[in-house]
Nanobody
Framework: AAAASGGGLVQAGGSLKLSCSASRRTSSNNGMGWFRQAPGNEREFVAS????????YYSESVKGRFTISRDRAKDTLYLQMNNLKPEDTAVYYCATNRGAIGTTTASSYQYWGQGTLVTVSS
């Protein structure tokens, strides 16, 4: 399973960069994605990326502020988060898709890692 890191406490307007180290065996030819879950809420899609770094998708709430990328040589997925808002506060999870592209539905992901907590203060 992939392990996410890079979360922490940041003020509104600040930035954080999340990383996710994935198994080459299970992720190198698969799409990957980021999801988040705030207290009391369901897990929601944030961003996804195809196996070769193309086909990027973002939720409307983060579009223009977050950037997803991956380094296949390092088996690492990233999420650069800029202009953070208090409503971005959540536990962020990375996951490996069953197919080669990233999708927006959690059910299409097969491997989930430990989340990392992002807290944005106002």
């Amino acid at each position: 399973a992939a392990a996410a890191s890079g979360g922490g406490l940041v003020q509104a307007g600040g930035s954080l960069k999340l990383s996710c180290s994935a198994s080459r065996r299970t992720s190198s030819n698969n799409g990957m994605g980021w999801f988040r879950q705030a207290p009391g809420n369901e897990r929601e899609f944030v961003a996804s990326i195809g196996w070769n770094g193309s086909n990027k998708y973002y939720s409307e709430s983060v579009k223009g502020r977050f950037t997803i990328s991956r380094d296949r040589a390092k088996d690492t997925l990233y999420l650069q988060m800029n202009n953070l808002k208090p409503e971005d506060t959540a536990v962020y999870y990375c996951a490996t898709n069953r197919g080669a592209i990233g999708t927006t539905t959690a059910s299409s992901y097969q491997y989930w890692g430990q989340g990392t907590l992002v807290t944005v203060s106002s």
